[in-house]
């Protein structure tokens, strides 16, 4: 079952977050050779707009069940302020998919947006 998150995201600025994955033991979970993606949408059926994270998991952040997603200032700075539904995807070379995190993203507005 995939884990569930809430984030909130500013418009305009950098955001990443440390997406730290474990078994049910409470161990790191390994995800070498997974290759992982995750979007956001502001609704489950919606397919415009459609945002794509960017997922960083090197060999040693895989061995600690750790990927990195992130969206560039000027990605957020696109996004309509509000809220959108997100969720990270991770593949195994196997063809094994498995949801990573599911939840909401909070995209809050920026006044400097407006004038940029």
């Not at 050779?33 to 949408?41: E, L, N, Q, S, Y």
């Not at 919606?46 to 998991?57: A, G, I, K, L, Q």
């Not at 539904?85 to 006044?111: C, K, N, Q, W, Y």
Request: glycine letters at 8%.
């Amino acid at each position: 079952m995939a884990g569930i998150a809430n984030l909130t995201i500013d418009q305009g600025s950098n955001f990443t977050y440390d997406l730290e994955v474990t078994n049910a033991d409470g161990t790191a979970f390994d995800l070498t050779g997974f290759t992982m993606v995750g979007k956001m949408a502001q609704g489950y059926a919606t397919t415009y707009p459609r945002v794509v994270f960017t997922c960083t998991c090197t060999a040693s952040m895989a061995l600690e069940g750790v990927v990195t997603i992130s969206l560039t200032a000027d990605q957020t700075k696109a996004l309509k302020a509000g809220r959108w539904m997100f969720d990270v995807v991770a593949t195994h070379t196997d063809s094994t998919v498995t949801r990573l995190l599911e939840g909401i993203a909070i995209v809050t507005p920026s006044v400097v947006k407006a004038f940029t």
